[in-house]
């Protein structure tokens, strides 16, 4: 292997008039991490002065795997024990040891483009004073030849995502000014949303830059749409912090937690009515919860793939996931009630 084509070699020393960026990666030392360490070793332009990288495992065993993928940057790289405690407080970790003018945000599970860093280059020197953060463009790879599974159009969605994470760039003096994530957001949603929407509070703007980041499907089981309902609660949080009308500031899709809510409660009426031994309203609440949940699993079942496997996970989930989002935002706004109190004061 030549000097010119070894992990690093697309980078060229920080020039004097480039703009000073490092860059921060939680993780949970997932496989896709050394992926996402080898494209940004590998592309062209000014390297970071830093990569800081949180190993976010609980009970971590050494570094994560995947280091020896950065090549020549790893001299720049210092692991930083992350605690276990989420990545917004991962995140929060990295970038207050950050000197550099602008913290640039990636997540473990990403590839950044041949010419990432030249275009972030020329993100960052295009922002005005008043822009505090460069998003860059997510392309998520699916499948050619058949259409995408439910999860995989879920992950879609990071492509025309506000302010994701996967891979944001923010000016580091403005984190501190706003006191970084918020911690209270446990896991990998809302959170990105959530510090968005208060440095736009602060008076700042945001930008769309013209980096390019893949973000491939990570591989899932076929529960994972069953877990991802917890993030309801983070939306409770989230109504809590910025109002009601937060979802149409940051683009969110409102979802579908109006119609659960209906569901669910046509399962509980059906329920109770035939303990009372109420057979006929019974019958009715029954078929309302029927219809309600033949409707969703048929919007999540008619755009794809349709295979046996893929039909069976739509029609046992979709039967799962109104009762556990209804629950999961119930908690959540109990939990969250006092922070919606302070936002009132």
């Not at 879609?156 to 003096?173: E, P």
């Not at 736009?200 to 990570?218: C, E, M, S």
């Not at 509980?268 to 309203?281: E, H, K, Q, T």
């Amino acid at each position: 292997m030549s000097a010119a084509s070894g992990p690093g070699a697309g980078h060229r020393p920080h020039p004097a008039h480039a703009v000073e960026y490092a860059v921060v990666i939680p993780t949970v030392g997932r496989p896709c991490l050394a992926e996402c360490l080898r494209a940004l070793a590998g592309s062209a332009g000014p390297a970071p002065m830093e990569v800081i990288l949180v190993d976010d495992r609980r009970d971590p065993s050494g570094e994560p795997p995947g280091l020896d993928a950065l090549g020549p940057l790893r001299a720049r790289t210092t692991v930083l024990p992350g605690g276990g405690r989420g990545p917004a407080a991962a995140r929060n970790t990295g970038w207050r040891e950050v000197t550099a003018a602008w913290t640039v945000f990636l997540d473990d599970d990403v590839q950044v483009g041949g010419d990432w860093a030249e275009r972030l280059q020329a993100d960052l020197a295009a922002a005005d004073e008043d822009t505090a953060g460069v998003q860059g463009v997510l392309e998520v790879p699916l499948p050619a030849g058949r259409r995408p599974t439910d999860w995989e159009r879920n992950t879609a969605g990071l492509a025309t995502a506000r302010w994701a994470t996967a891979d944001m760039a923010y000016r580091t003096k403005v984190l501190a000014a706003v006191e970084g994530f918020d911690e209270r957001f446990p896991r990998a949603f809302r959170e990105d949303a959530d510090l968005a929407l208060r440095v736009l509070d602060a008076g700042h703007h945001l930008a769309v830059g013209t980096r390019r980041t893949r973000h491939p499907v990570r591989p899932a089981d076929r529960w994972i749409s069953v877990r991802t309902q917890r993030g309801n609660a983070d939306d409770a949080l989230m109504r809590a912090v910025h109002g009601p009308h937060w979802w149409q500031r940051a683009a969110a899709p409102r979802g579908r937690i109006r119609r659960h809510a209906a569901v669910t409660a046509a399962g509980a009426a059906a329920l109770a009515l035939a303990l009372a031994g109420r057979r006929r309203p019974a019958a009715l609440a029954a078929l309302g919860w029927l219809l309600g949940t033949a409707e969703f699993a048929r919007a999540r079942i008619a755009p794809g793939p349709r295979t046996g496997d893929e039909v069976a996970t739509m029609l046992v989930t979709s039967a799962l996931i109104p009762p556990l989002a209804v629950g999961h935002r119930l908690a959540g706004e109990l939990r969250h009630r006092p922070a919606r109190r302070e936002e009132e004061r």
